[in-house]
Structure formats: structure tokens, C-alpha cells
T-cell receptor, first 109, second 114 residues
């Protein structure tokens, strides 16, 4: 079966750096997405990786290793507003999105 | 402001009742989707539509139906609600079906079936 694994919850300190990992086993691969979802709100798109390597976008970066079935989202200079759930999703060979359960990130002052 | 509008925001529904969740987008996106989100689970696709006039079944379609009469609207109907359909429902759209077409989500409908 297809599976996306990410930690359920992480805690970090304001101003620090945090890395949220995502491992996947899917039928084919057509890209990996990260979304941010604040409590009670809709998910919003953060990043897309289809090739191996690091994609940087401001304070957020996303890394992909297709051979390892692994990605991470790196958040730098953490702010209180970064407290949210981070969803990892992989597009399989049928262009269907497979979603992880999300990682709830708690930022402490 | 361009985006996706869902209605209602929340609803309490008696089991056995029929309910339609509304979804409208003004971005002229071809593809639209209905997901449900439950605690501890990833988003699960209920139904989708790649273009107006066509629909398809997702991972958890039973008990739900959709229609896509035009580009903008994609209503989701629960013919006879059951308590297991208590969930948060998100409508989403994307410009295409390709790998680099991120989803745009509505604000969700929180449905409780009693």
C-alpha cells in the first residue's frame, strides 16, 4: 500500500531552526508537496519538489531524496505564527495525491 | 478576492437527513476536489472533477455524490447522513492535473452528524 509518514508533533523555540521529516512509499512519484495548515483554517501551499536537492524560499526550505523516499521541511528563524500543522503529500504515478497525517509544530517563546 | 467559497461554515445534521455542501471558485480552475479531514488521518479524497461535465471517485466515495455542471461550482451531497460522516470537509481546486499544480483550498465545512 501507499504510505506517508511524518512525526505527529514537534516543539521548537522561537528564533530557532526546526526540521520536519517525511518518508514515503508510493506507487510511482510525480512530486512532493508541503502545505501549512493553521488550526481551524485551510491548508495553504508551501513548496513543491520533483528533483533531488534543496529548494529555498525565504525562511522555508524543502529537501527531497527520491532514492531514499525522503523529504524534509526546514524552517529557520522560527516565529510564533509558524505554529501550525505541516502536511506532506506525494503525487503518485496516477497523479493522485497521497497525504500524510500532518505534523503539529508548537513554537514556544 | 479570488478563491474558493464553501458553505455552510458548519452544520449539525440529524442522521438520515440529506445535505449538500456548496463550493464555488472564481479562479477558472479546471480541476476540483472534495476532501475530508479527520483527526490523526491525512486528507482523504472523496470525489474529484478534472473538468466541467466529468467527475470521478476518490478514496472514500461511498455515501457521497457530486456534480460539475459548470467550471465554478462543485457541490457535494450526502444522500442520507450517518455519524461516521462527521468530519471537516474541504473543497479544493487546481489549474491543472499535472504534478506542478498546487491545490487551493476553501475554508472548510465542519459537519457533525448526530
Amino acid at each position: 500500500g501507499q504510505n506517508i509518514d511524518q512525526p505527529t508533533e514537534m516543539t521548537a523555540t522561537e528564533g530557532a531552526i526546526v526540521q520536519i521529516n517525511c518518508t514515503y512509499q508510493t506507487s510511482g512519484f510525480n512530486g512532493l508537496f508541503w502545505y501549512q495548515q493553521h488550526a481551524g483554517e485551510a491548508p495553504t501551499f508551501l513548496s513543491y519538489n520533483v528533483l533531488d536537492g534543496l529548494e529555498e524560499k525565504g525562511r522555508f526550505s524543502s529537501f527531497l531524496s527520491r532514492s531514499k523516499g525522503y523529504s524534509y521541511l526546514l524552517l529557520k528563524e522560527l516565529q510564533m505564527k509558524d505554529s501550525a500543522s505541516y502536511l506532506c503529500a506525494v503525487m503518485d504515478s496516477n497523479y493522485q495525491l497521497i497525504w500524510g497525517a500532518g505534523t503539529k509544530l508548537i513554537i514556544k517563546p | 478576492i479570488a478563491g474558493i467559497t464553501q458553505a455552510p461554515t458548519s452544520q449539525i445534521l440529524a442522521a438520515g437527513r440529506r445535505m449538500t455542501l456548496r463550493c464555488t471558485q472564481d479562479m477558472r480552475h479546471n480541476a476540483m476536489y472534495w476532501y475530508r479531514q479527520d483527526l490523526g488521518l491525512g486528507l482523504r479524497l472523496i470525489h474529484y472533477s478534472n473538468t466541467a461535465g466529468t467527475t470521478g471517485k476518490g478514496e472514500v466515495p461511498d455515501g457521497y455524490s457530486v456534480s460539475r455542471a459548470n467550471t465554478d461550482d462543485f457541490p457535494l451531497t450526502l444522500a442520507s447522513a450517518v455519524p461516521s460522516q462527521t468530519s471537516v470537509y474541504f473543497c479544493a481546486s487546481s489549474a491543472g492535473q499535472g504534478a506542478n499544480s498546487p491545490l487551493h483550498f476553501g475554508n472548510g465545512t465542519r459537519l457533525t452528524v448526530t
